[in-house]
């Protein structure tokens, strides 16, 4: 994985791209700032995602901060300690840092 992405869509195109237009309006959380486009996205930035809403059971799409932070830290700021970016797709399931977040907290980056 590498260490920069960018943003070239707004949440409406991310969301036309990816589901029926007739449908996609609700997978948005009212709450979601308007994304800007960025050339030069970095880790520990927020970013756009499509993650399941597991309350009402739908997908919806929400900004994410670029990187794990791992279930030691005590807060987001002690995370920044930590280098947790990229896994090897071998070793994600079995390296304590990743397994509990590889089984059970997955999103689609767009």
């Known amino acids: 994985m590498c260490g920069r992405a960018f943003i ?11 589901f029926d237009s007739s449908h ?3 997978l948005i959380d009212r709450r979601l700032p308007k994304i800007p486009l960025n ?3 970095c880790p520990s930035q927020e970013a756009p995602v499509l993650l399941m809403d ?5 997908l919806c799409m929400r900004t ?14 002690d995370a920044d300690r930590y280098s947790m970016i990229n896994a090897k ?3 994600i399931a079995a390296k304590k840092s990743y397994c509990e977040a590889y089984r059970a907290r997955r999103c689609i980056v767009p």
């Not at 070239?8 to 990816?18: A, D, I, N, V």
């Not at 994410?64 to 700021?77: D, E, F």
């Open 8 to 18: 070239l869509y707004t949440k409406e195109e991310l969301c036309s791209q990816y």
């Open 64 to 77: 994410m901060r670029w990187g794990l932070v791992p279930r030691w830290a005590k807060s987001v700021k």
């Open 54 to 58: 597991h309350q009402a059971s739908t």
């Open 89 to 91: 797709s071998e070793e």
């Open 24 to 26: 996609w309006e609700w």
């Open 39 to 41: 050339y030069n996205l």
